[in-house]
């Protein structure tokens, strides 16, 4: 929402300040985006005044003049057809930049003549689409800026609407808060009745009283369409409006002055009845932005017997627009229900000034202001003779009563404000105020967003100023507090730490999904959202795994060929508290160069399972001790898939490769490896030092390292394998890795071949030949009880 400061001083008497006015807005709540100076951008533009105009030597439409300027006598090379002796234009020095064509002069020669400068159009400047001629300004002194001569020093303040507050969509809105807050005085003008000479010649109907409630009409006759007067170009222009003509910039100028919404009909073009009733399939019509849309079941039209004319709330019609011929205008100051418009303005994809508003809530008591004020205008600047007001429907009854207790101020916010000033800030606030034990309060019809006594705490809190509100210290930590880190945030430090070093980018996602989506990931209890900000995220998210697939999704498609996220957040199983989970998720896709010599190499269960493990060791889990156990979530691919446990009852980890078909539900390409680490499940550390960093227990003496390849039964896990091996030597035995898997030529059938390294680490004395082959002996021993014998 943008608003000039002459606009908000047509509603609020104040000496304020651009800077003082924007303070207050943030301070009671309405959050100041932008303030633009149009004088700024023009700092360097003044008024220059043409001495001499010269036929150039060697270009028949180009003229040499000499012009007095603020840094004296100059030469400009400038091929305007209006460029003489005697007139005052716009004039830019070397090194301005110029708006409107996008360029910083320079100093230049042209057809071998120099110019030093440049004296500018309307458009050029981007002050007005004249493009014809250069500027020619009033009498004033050279060197005066030409943001005085035009009188543009006038700010334009950008504000953000907050959804709850339709009535700040007009400049009148914005004022009343700033009064309230003791900026001013409002002065807010209420339009004049105007009495109709005739009645309203063209039967209006309303076929569907949810959609529209109440549709109020008057007919002007006799009107002349003529260009809206100076300043209220200007006004539109300024906020970013263009200007169209008298009648369209009228109905603009109440939308943005008033929030309140407006069309006008050039009623020629009318047939019969016009009604406001829900669309037909098959319907379309072509919008005032030039586009076609077609209509269904679900949206509001106004139609007259013969056609579609708009969409209710939304946007109106080409055929039925007004255009400089009109002469009888039927203007349209109606209700529309938010739910419908916000669905129509959806589904077309239109974005208009009255959609804006309308989905918001307009204020049911403007449909006669709204009136009385358009053709207060259009008798002012078009002429004409006005019909009396007709209205179809009825206006809504928004009227209710709230029980206030005063005491509410002070217990829900702690601020100390006298029963005198509470009353002032809500009576200046629009609420009528019966004062008594406990007050009674109504609130205004443009407040729809006042429900009960703790939005009238707000609204006193946010107008006597929150930077009012007490405060207190904490209390102090004990010892033992602060000495004492959390363990959760430890690990979820270093879970970070260790993802980042294994080339993972962090993502953050919503903490919602959608609901068939957090049920496809085991979130079937997971709570639902009884207000979503949008459809597709009404349910709290089990985990981050949907929300990172639908996000490497949108990668690939963007060209991207290897995808590593991770996320760090909570995951929802149901409505208890603890059936929140602190859990580190993490997808794979795409093959990604790895190892020194930079080969690529695809994500697998393997990738997943190495994965979680580091995160678990970084967590200081004992990762020897882990059981994998075949049984992880669906969503995962049937035989590539498993958990981390300390038994089978606490699960540390899920990893594998996503199912396809939870793939192919979410649209996105496969194969991709995941894992989710529970980061609460890892069971607190023994002993006062465990939370933090174990002693260093370097040897000075070099590790020992020996391969083994040990043939077993295919279906014997590798890791029963590997405990094995770690058993051999409790002392000594630092590492055993599985570096390869062999099956083929030399292994019978039904069986496999793992290749091991072991690494033994001395701590006394280097280890002799026969050491080592004793623990060796020990190794083949133990790997023998699992099934395994050394392969030869």
Not at 170 to 176: E, F, I, K, N
Not at 332 to 337: C, I
Not at 638 to 655: D, N, Q, S, W, Y
Request: overall charge negative; some cysteine.
């Amino acid at each position: 929402m943008k608003f000039t400061l002459s606009w908000l001083k047509k509603h609020l008497d104040t000496n304020a300040s651009i800077d003082e006015i924007a303070d207050a807005m943030v301070r009671i709540g309405l959050e100041v985006e932008e303030i633009e100076n149009p004088a700024d951008r023009l700092s360097a533009i003044t008024v220059g005044y043409v001495k001499q105009a010269e036929k150039h030597p060697d270009a028949d439409k180009l003229k040499v003049c000499k012009v007095d300027t603020k840094d004296g006598e100059l030469q400009i090379v400038c091929g305007a057809p209006n460029a003489r002796e005697g007139i005052r234009v716009a004039f830019a020095p070397v090194g301005t930049y110029i708006a409107g064509l996008d360029v910083t002069l320079s100093k230049a020669k042209i057809r071998g003549v120099e110019s030093l400068g440049m004296m500018c159009s309307a458009r050029e400047l981007e002050l007005g689409e004249d493009h014809d001629g250069i500027m020619e300004l009033p009498e004033a002194a050279v060197g005066t800026p030409l943001a005085d001569v035009l009188g543009l020093d006038d700010p334009v303040i950008d504000f953000e609407v907050t959804p709850n507050r339709p009535d700040t969509n007009g400049v009148d809105g914005v004022a009343r808060d700033l009064a309230a807050a003791g900026l001013g005085t409002l002065i807010s003008p209420v339009p004049e009745t105007v009495e109709g000479s005739f009645a309203q010649p063209i039967p209006v109907e309303i076929d569907d009283r949810e959609a529209c409630p109440a549709f109020g009409s008057r007919l002007i006759r006799g009107v002349k369409n003529v260009p809206s007067p100076d300043w209220l170009q200007e006004q539109l222009r300024a906020i970013g409006s263009r200007p169209i003509n008298a009648l369209a910039d009228i109905t603009n100028y109440v939308s943005y002055d008033r929030a309140r919404p407006l069309h006008v009909y050039d009623a020629a073009k009318l047939t019969g009845t016009v009604r406001a009733r829900m669309g037909k399939k098959g319907e379309s019509f072509l919008a005032l932005d030039g586009k076609t849309y077609e209509v269904d079941e679900t949206m509001c039209v106004i139609a007259d017997d013969k056609a579609v004319l708009g969409l209710g709330g939304v946007m109106g019609g080409e055929e039925s627009g007004c255009t400089d011929e009109t002469t009888d205008v039927l203007i349209e100051s109606a209700l529309f229900d938010p739910l419908i418009t916000a669905r129509t303005g959806r589904k077309t994809g239109i974005l208009s000034d009255a959609r804006y508003r309308f989905e918001r809530g307009v204020d049911p008591q403007s449909v006669q202001l709204g009136l009385d004020l358009a053709t207060q205008l259009i008798l002012e600047i078009c002429g004409g003779e006005p019909s009396e007001i007709a209205l179809a429907g009825e206006i809504p009854d928004t009227a209710r009563e709230i029980e206030f207790p005063t005491s509410e101020v002070a217990r829900l916010t702690g601020l100390d404000v006298s029963d005198s000033e509470k009353e002032r800030i809500l009576c200046a606030l629009g609420f009528e105020v019966s004062r008594g034990g406990t007050w009674t309060v109504t609130p205004p019809s443009y407040r729809p967003d006042i429900e009960g006594k703790a939005d009238l705490v707000e609204e006193i809190a946010r107008i006597h100023g929150l930077d009012n509100l007490p405060t207190d210290e904490l209390p102090p930590l004990s010892a033992a507090d602060r000495h004492a880190p959390a363990i959760l945030p430890q690990r979820e430090r270093k879970a970070r730490e260790t993802m980042s070093g294994a080339g993972y980018h962090e993502a953050v996602t919503w903490a919602f999904c959608d609901a068939p989506f957090a049920e496809m990931f085991g979130g079937k209890d997971a709570p639902k959202l009884s207000n979503p900000i949008s459809s597709d995220l009404g349910q709290m998210r089990p985990g981050a795994l949907p929300n990172l697939l639908l996000a490497m999704g949108r990668n690939a498609a963007r060209g991207a060929r290897h995808v590593r996220l991770f996320e760090l957040g909570g995951g929802y199983q149901g409505d208890r508290p603890e059936d929140q989970r602190s859990v580190v998720s993490a997808i794979a896709w795409g093959a990604a160069p790895s190892g020194w010599q930079g080969e690529k190499s695809a994500p697998d269960v393997f990738t997943a399972k190495s994965l979680a493990i580091s995160v678990l060791q970084a967590a200081g889990v004992n990762t020897d001790n882990l059981m994998t156990l075949t049984d992880a979530p669906d969503h995962y691919h049937p035989g590539r898939k498993a958990r981390l446990g300390l038994g089978p009852k606490v699960t540390l980890a899920h990893f594998g490769e996503v199912h396809p078909s939870v793939l192919e539900a979410l649209d996105v390409p496969g194969p991709v490896a995941a894992m989710e680490v529970f980061l609460d499940q890892i069971p607190a550390p023994k002993g006062k030092t465990a939370s933090g960093r174990p002693p260093l227990n370097a040897s000075q003496l070099m590790p020992v390292r020996r391969d083994f390849a040990f043939v077993l039964p295919e279906e014997t896990p590798a890791e029963k394998l590997l405990k094995a091996v770690r058993g051999a030597e409790k002392q000594l035995l630092t590492d055993v890795r599985l570096f390869d898997v062999y099956r083929g030529k030399g292994i019978g059938e039904g069986e496999k071949s793992l290749a091991l390294e072991v690494t033994l680490q001395p701590r006394e004395k280097t280890l002799t030949d026969e050491e080592i082959d004793a623990i060796s002996a020990r190794i083949v021993a133990q790997a023998e009880k699992t099934g395994a014998k050394l392969r030869g």
